[in-house]
């Protein structure tokens, strides 16, 4: 199979372009140990089948792939048991690679694992190792960049970014801090569509959402089985839980492709298809 990219090997202007590289982390290690989110919370008891995990988070692969997706993946380590969800580790925006400085102290070390993962490809990234910040609380709309303000990224380490991307707006967007990231209770779909769990937010910052996007609301139950946690991998093919069967079915009658894959398993320690994917290259 050939696939051809763009004239940087890196490189993510949007949250729906064609998803042509991605890293992911096999669940081999996942375990709810020391609880950090709500989520977690309500399964520690129950906690997490790794086989199961393991053969969603194959299928999820899968899916990719059979899209023409190249999916690297980062060698697991029983140290870190939450490595799966990549998308907190790292993030691109425009040409640049960003190391993310992990917000949480169990889940700090997992940038190193990345930084040798990169260095080994030829990867040139760029470490934010002085401020706290994570992926998930990254949402890329072209020029536009959303940063939520939270439990696990900082104002600081906005204006930080804003100081790194002067050709881009970037745009604290502070939630309630219990949703842990950003993508948790907000995702853009599209140039017009948005998902969103409004009550996260302020009535001013709903408001402002509105102005640029057409918002699809999810409910209360729907955030707990992360409806917003969706992942676009182009050509309005959305990759969706069932679960979630309201949402996407709204979504579809919105032009959507939406590809559902059971990740009920995973989903138990609070991160679904976006967090579990750190894109690198997508045709914007």
């Known amino acids: 199979m050939s696939v051809a990219y763009s004239a940087f090997d890196e490189t993510i202007m949007t949250e729906y372009g064609k998803l042509r590289k991605v890293i992911v982390c096999p669940p081999d290690h996942m375990k709810i140990k020391d609880v950090i989110n709500e989520t977690q919370k309500h399964f520690l008891e129950e906690n997490i089948d790794i086989e199961l995990a393991s053969k969603q988070h194959n299928d999820f692969i899968k899916v990719m792939k059979n899209n023409y997706v190249e999916v690297l993946s980062i060698r697991p380590d029983k140290k870190f048991n939450e490595q799966v969800f990549t998308r907190d580790i790292g993030f691109t925006i425009g040409e640049t690679v960003f190391v993310a400085n992990m917000g949480c102290d169990v889940r700090k070390g997992e940038e190193k694992e990345l930084i040798t ?58 939630f309630n801090k219990k949703y842990l990231h950003l993508d948790c209770v907000f995702n853009i779909l599209s140039d017009k569509e948005a998902l969103i769990f409004k009550p996260a937010f302020k009535k001013e910052q ?79």
């Open 117 to 174: 993962f990169l260095s080994n490809r030829g990867i040139s990234f760029q470490s934010l190792q002085t401020n706290e910040i994570e992926g998930g609380d990254v949402i890329v709309d072209g020029k536009d960049i959303y940063v939520g303000v939270s439990e696990r990224t900082t104002s600081s380490s906005v204006a930080y970014l804003q100081s790194l991307l002067p050709k881009n707006n970037v745009h604290p967007l502070p």
């Open 206 to 284: 709903v408001e402002e959402l509105q102005e640029r996007f057409h918002l699809i609301e999810v409910s209360d139950e729907e955030q707990f089985t992360l409806a917003t946690n969706v992942l676009s991998i182009g050509e309005g093919k959305v990759i969706s839980q069932p679960i979630n069967k309201r949402v996407n079915e709204e979504m579809r009658n919105r032009g959507f492709h939406v590809i559902e894959v059971d990740f009920s398993e995973l989903i138990k320690s609070g991160g679904s298809f976006r967090c579990c994917s750190m894109p690198l290259l997508r045709d914007n």
